[in-house]
C-alpha cells in the first residue's frame, strides 16, 4: 500500500503494509533513526512521537492510522519553543546516561510544556511515568523540565 | 579475557570462581595487554605520521592535532552511558594542556596492539587507565614543547603551555599546538614512565562537570547506536532459538514463512554450543533466522514461524524445582568450604543468642533499553561488523571462529550502546548476526525484539543464603556462618553466582565459616552491574542488621564496632593491576558520613523508616540510608530518598557523570528490589516484556543526595558500586519501618500489609 503522511512538515510517500506500526515508517522508510525501537508495545515510551501535538508511541500505531495528522519527531522538535528549552536543559544538566530513551523522554516532555507551561512535581509525574529510563536518570529530567519551564530545578515532592 | 574475570576484578583474594582455567587466565592477561598499564612498550606512544588525515599531525595513537588547533583525542573503550568518551579524552587533554572547547573525541578502532584491553566492565576503565592516559598527554605535551624549544634555542625547562600554545616569557615568544603539531610529530616520544605529571591542584579539566560528548546529537535524534546503523544492501533480522536454552531444531513452516511479504530467505543455523562454559557466552545456540527487507517484515513473519524443538534435560529447570532443591541441599553442611575461622559451632553453643535466617535472591535479566543488535557484512573474505558490545576483543575472537576468518580481516566498529549493565560482555547476538550474514550472502542487521531480549539472557543468577549467628551477653558477634547455595554451569560454579572468602564480616569475627553447595544449572548466567555483590550486599547486610537488632544496638553502632580499629588492607596483584583489598577505616568513614547527612536516628512518623547499610566493591567504598515508608493497607512501599556517601578515591575525574552514575546505580537498585524476579518454567523464562517485568518509573524514582568522601587512594571506577548497598538499606528501612523484616526478593508487598 501507498500512504502520504506529514512528517515534519513535509509530505512522505512510503509503500509499506497497512499494519507496519508508524516507528518502522519512520526509521527503516524515512531514515529518521531518532525514534527508538524498546518493547514494541507502548510500555517503554522510547518511540515517542507527536501526533496532531499528542505524545503518542509510534511503534503501536499502524501507517494506516494516521491519515492525515501531523507527526513531529525528535528530528524536528528543536524547531518549537518548548522543543528547544528542553534541548538546551537536557545539555545544560547534562542528563542522560545511555541517552536511548531520551529522544522519548524530550517528546513526553515537549508535549507537556505545550499544554501546562509551568509543571508541578506532580504534572511531571503524570506526564513522564510512561517514558522509562533504564540507566535511571529520572532525578535529571524533572530538574531538565523545570529549568525548560523556567522553574526552580528543586524537587519538592513531600516526604515524611 | 571473560566476563567472569571480571566478577573477580572487586575480589580478588581467595575468590571462589572456577570458571577460569590458568591457561585462560594467561591468554587473557596477553588479550588484555600483558600488563600494558605498567609496560608503555606498547605502540601507543610510538610514531603514527601520516596515519591522520592530511595536514593534521598525529603525536601518538590517542592523539591529533590540526594546523587550526583541534585536537582530535580517542577514546579506547565502549560508551555504554557510563560516559567514558568524555571522560578518557578529558584525562588526555588535562596533561596535553589543551583547551576543552577545541577538542574532539574519537571511537577507537578495535586494536589491541595500540589500545591494550578495550572493554566497558568491572568499573576498571578509570582504575586501568587513569595514570596511563595522563601519561599520553604528559608525553605528547612534551614532545609539542620540545619542537618549540628546539625551533626557539631554548631550554624546554623555560618553556610553558596553557589552552594549546606553548610560550617562551623571556624571549616573549609562543606558538599554537596547530603551528607546532607537525615539527612535534618527529619529535622522539619521551619516556612515558617517567614524564613530568601536574600537579592535581592545576587541574583545569580534570574534576570539573563536563557534558557528554555525543550528547549535542542524541537530543537531535542523530543516529549513534548501533541499532541505527545503516549498510549499503542491507537487510534485516530476526533470529528466533528454542524457549529452552540450547535446544536442538528439530522442524519448521519454513516454506510459508519464506512466502510472507518482505522475506527474502528463512535459514536454520545449527549452534555450536555443546556444553555452558561459565562466564563465556559467545557461542552460538539453533535457530531460525528470517531476513527481509525490512526488520519490521522479518520480525512479523516470526510470528507466523512454528518450529519444532528438542528441548532436551534443561526443559526440566524450574524456579519451582530450584527452591526445592535449595531446601534439600541446606539439610547438609556446605559442599564446598571457602573459609574456616575458628570454630563456629562451638561459638554457637556458648552464645548468648543464636539468629538463623534463609534469604532469596531472584534471577534478574539486564534489559538494556536497546535491544541487542549487530550488523554484519560480508564481502570478499572480509568481515565488517558494527556492534553496541561491552567485549569487542571477545566477540571479535568468536566470530573469527565461527567463520574461519583471521581476526586480521575482520574491522570491528563499536557503536554506542543503549545501556550495558553487563549484558553486552558476552557476544551471543554479534556471533548470531555473523552467521546470519554468512548464511544470506548480504549485510545483514540482526535485532532482537524484546520477548527475546528478555527471554534470550545472560542472567544475574539467583541464590540462597543459609546464616546462622552468634551473639554475646554484651551484642557483640561471636560467630557467623553462610551456607550458599549456587548454580553450577557444566561442574563450575556458573557465571558472576560466586561468593568469595574475604566477604565481610569475613576477618571481622573469630568464628567464621563461609561454604557453598551446587546445583547444576544449564542456563547462561553472568555479570550484572555489580555481579555477585549486588546479591550478596542483600543477604549479608540485611543479616547484620537483623543481628544489630537483635543485640539491641544501633544499626550503625553494630556495624562501626563490627569494623573495629583499622587494620591495614591487603593489596592483591591481579591481572588488573594492583588492587588494594578491603580497608575497614575507610568504611567506618563513609558510614559515618551518610549518618550525619541523613539525620540518622531521627523520629519519623509510623510506617516510615530508615535503613543503613555499607558495601564494598569495585574497590569502592558506598554506605546508603534509605527512607521509605509503607502503606499499612496495601503493603505498598514508597522510596522517599537515599542518601549515598561514597569513597572512590582522590579524584572523580568528572563529576557530572560520576554522579549520575550514583544517582542511577541507586535507583537501579531499588527498582531491583521492588520488582524484578525472572521466573522459569519447564526451562523457559516466563517473562516477555516491560509488563510483566516491571522498570522503576518516573512516579517512583526517591529522590538521590550524593556526597563523595576524598581519600588519597588511587581513583577507582563509579558504574558499579553504588548500587549492592541500596537493596539492603531498602529492605532494612522497611523493617524499621513496619518491623517485618524482607528476606526475599524482590519485595512482596502482600507480606508487608497490615503491619502492627
Not at chain 2, 606553548?166 to 599554537?176: D, F, L, P, W
Not at chain 2, 612515558?192 to 601536574?198: D, F, G, H, I, R
Not at chain 2, 555499607?614 to 512501599?637: I, L, P
Amino acid at each position: 500500500m501507498s500512504y502520504t503522511i506529514n512528517v515534519n512538515g513535509q509530505p512522505r510517500t512510503v509503500e509499506v503494509e497497512a499494519d507496519t506500526p508508524l516507528l518502522w515508517v519512520l526509521r527503516d522508510e524515512l531514515e529518521l533513526k531518532g525514534s527508538k525501537f524498546g518493547c514494541g508495545m507502548g510500555l517503554c515510551g522510547a518511540c515517542t512521537v507527536h501526533i496532531d501535538g499528542r505524545a503518542s508511541r509510534s511503534c503501536v500505531t499502524p501507517v494506516s492510522a494516521v491519515g492525515d495528522a501531523k507527526i513531529t519527531t525528535i528530528e524536528a522538535i528543536g524547531d518549537s519553543e518548548a522543543g528547544k528549552k528542553l534541548q538546551d536543559a537536557w545539555l545544560a544538566l547534562d542528563v542522560m546516561q545511555c541517552g536511548y530513551c531520551q529522544a522519548g523522554q524530550i517528546m513526553t516532555a515537549a508535549a507537556l510544556l505545550t499544554r501546562t507551561a509551568q509543571p508541578t512535581d506532580q504534572d511531571i509525574d503524570d506526564a513522564m511515568s510512561g517514558n522509562l529510563c533504564r540507566c535511571a536518570t529520572y532525578t535529571r529530567i524533572r530538574a531538565a523540565i523545570k529549568q525548560a519551564a523556567g522553574l526552580p530545578t528543586e524537587d519538592k515532592r513531600e516526604m515524611a | 579475557m571473560s566476563p567472569s574475570d571480571l566478577d573477580r576484578a572487586h575480589r580478588p583474594a581467595g575468590a571462589q570462581q572456577s570458571g577460569v582455567s590458568r591457561r585462560t587466565f594467561l591468554k587473557a592477561g596477553a588479550a588484555v595487554g600483558g600488563g600494558f598499564m605498567l609496560d608503555f612498550s606498547i605502540p601507543a606512544f610510538a610514531h603514527f605520521a601520516g596515519s591522520g588525515p592530511a595536514a593534521s599531525a598525529t603525536l601518538n595513537a590517542y592523539i591529533r592535532i590540526m594546523p587550526n588547533g583541534e585536537t582530535f583525542i580517542v577514546n579506547k573503550n565502549p560508551e555504554i552511558g557510563q560516559g567514558i568518551k568524555t571522560s578518557f579524552p578529558m584525562i588526555i587533554a588535562e596533561e596535553l594542556d589543551v583547551a576543552w572547547k577545541d577538542v574532539r573525541a574519537e571511537d577507537a578502532e578495535v586494536d589491541p596492539v595500540r589500545y591494550g584491553g578495550q572493554f566497558a566492565g568491572g568499573s576498571l576503565s578509570i582504575p586501568m587507565n587513569y595514570d596511563l592516559l595522563r601519561r599520553v598527554g604528559a608525553a605528547a605535551r612534551l614532545m609539542l614543547v620540545t619542537a618549540a624549544a628546539h625551533d626557539w634555542n631554548v631550554p624546554v625547562e623555560e618553556c610553558e603551555t596553557a589552552d594549546g600554545v606553548v610560550s617562551h616569557k623571556g624571549r616573549n615568544r609562543q606558538a599554537t599546538y596547530g603551528q607546532l603539531a607537525g615539527q612535534a610529530a618527529r619529535v622522539p616520544p619521551p619516556n612515558p614512565a617517567t614524564v613530568k605529571l601536574k600537579d592535581p591542584k592545576d587541574f583545569k579539566i580534570i574534576g570539573k562537570p563536563i557534558g557528554g560528548v555525543d550528547s549535542p546529537r542524541i537530543v537531535k535524534g542523530e543516529p549513534i547506536f548501533g541499532i541505527d546503523v545503516t549498510v549499503p544492501g542491507m537487510k534485516y533480522a530476526v533470529y528466533e532459538k528454542c524457549p529452552v536454552y540450547n535446544g536442538k531444531f528439530v522442524s519448521a513452516n519454513l516454506d510459508e514463512v519464506k512466502a510472507l511479504p518482505g522475506v527474502r530467505g528463512v535459514y536454520v543455523i545449527k549452534g555450536n554450543v555443546t556444553a555452558l562454559d561459565a562466564g563465556l557466552y559467545n557461542g552460538l545456540t539453533d535457530g531460525v533466522a528470517i531476513v527481509a527487507d525490512k526488520w519490521h517484515q522479518a520480525n512479523r513473519a516470526l510470528g507466523k514461524l512454528q518450529v519444532k524443538w528438542d528441548e532436551g534435560e534443561t526443559a526440566k529447570h524450574s524456579t519451582r524445582g530450584f527452591v526445592a532443591k535449595d531446601a534439600e541441599l541446606a539439610k547438609n553442611p556446605a559442599e564446598t568450604s571457602l573459609k574456616k575461622d575458628g570454630d563456629v559451632d562451638q561459638a554457637l553453643k556458648g552464645a548468648a543468642k543464636v539468629l538463623e535466617a534463609r534469604y532469596e535472591v531472584p534471577f534478574v535479566n539486564h534489559s538494556a533499553l536497546e535491544p541487542m543488535n549487530t550488523t554484519v557484512a560480508i564481502r570478499n573474505g572480509k568481515v565488517e561488523i558494527w556492534s553496541p558490545t561491552q567485549m569487542p576483543g571477545g566477540g571479535k575472537t568468536a566470530v573469527s571462529k565461527l567463520l574461519g576468518i583471521p581476526e586480521p580481516d575482520i574491522t570491528l566498529h563499536v557503536t554506542r550502546s543503549g545501556g550495558g549493565f553487563g549484558r553486552r560482555l558476552s557476544n551471543d547476538f554479534m556471533v548470531e548476526a555473523a552467521a546470519i550474514a554468512k548464511a544470506h550472502g548480504e549485510p545483514v542487521k540482526l535485532l532482537r525484539n524484546r520477548r527475546q531480549d528478555v527471554q534470550s539472557g545472560v542472567f544475574r543468577a539467583g541464590g540462597f543464603h543459609h546464616f546462622q549467628a552468634g551473639l554475646d551477653a554484651t551484642g557483640k558477634l561471636t560467630a557467623f556462618r553462610d551456607h550458599f547455595v549456587t548454580f553450577s554451569n557444566s561442574g563450575k560454579v556458573a557465571g558472576s553466582a560466586t561468593l568469595g572468602a574475604t566477604e565481610f564480616p569475613a576477618g571481622f569475627v573469630p568464628n567464621l565459616d563461609l561454604g557453598f553447595s551446587m546445583m547444576p544449572l544449564d542456563i547462561p548466567t553472568g555479570p550484572m552491574r555489580a555481579p555477585g555483590s549486588n546479591t550478596l550486599a542483600f543477604a549479608y547486610q540485611s543479616f547484620l542488621d537483623e543481628l544489630a537488632h537483635a543485640a539491641g544496638k544501633d544499626p550503625l553502632q553494630f556495624q562501626l564496632d563490627l569494623l573495629g580499629p583499622a587494620k591495614k588492607p591487603a593489596v592483591n596483584k591481579t591481572q588488573f593491576g594492583e588492587q588494594v583489598g578491603f580497608d575497614n577505616a575507610r568504611m567506618a568513614v563513609v558510614l559515618k558520613a551518610v549518618a550525619e547527612k541523613s539525620g540518622w536516628g531521627k523520629k519519623l512518623p509510623k510506617g516510615t523508616g530508615m535503613g543503613l547499610a555499607c558495601y564494598f566493591s569495585h574497590q569502592g567504598y558506598f554506605a546508603e540510608v534509605v527512607q521509605a515508608s509503607v502503606n499499612r493497607k496495601s503493603g505498598e512501599v514508597h522510596v522517599e530518598k537515599v542518601w549515598v556517601a561514597g569513597d572512590v578515591g582522590r579524584q572523580i575525574v568528572n563529576p557530572s557523570p560520576g554522579n549520575n552514575q550514583v544517582e542511577g546505580a541507586t535507583i537501579d537498585g531499588v527498582s531491583q528490589a521492588l520488582a524484578q524476579a525472572l521466573t522459569f518454567t519447564d526451562g523457559r523464562v516466563v517473562q516477555s516484556n516491560f509488563h510483566d517485568y516491571p522498570l522503576l518509573r518516573m512516579h517512583q524514582a526517591p529522590k538521590v543526595e550524593v556526597h563523595f568522601v576524598m581519600t588519597d587512594n588511587n581513583p577507582t571506577g563509579l558504574g558499579e558500586p553504588a548500587l549492592p548497598p541500596v537493596v539492603p538499606a531498602l529492605t532494612n528501612a522497611i523493617f524499621a519501618a513496619t518491623g517485618r523484616r524482607v528476606r526475599t526478593l524482590p519485595i512482596n508487598a502482600g507480606e508487608l500489609k497490615g503491619f502492627a
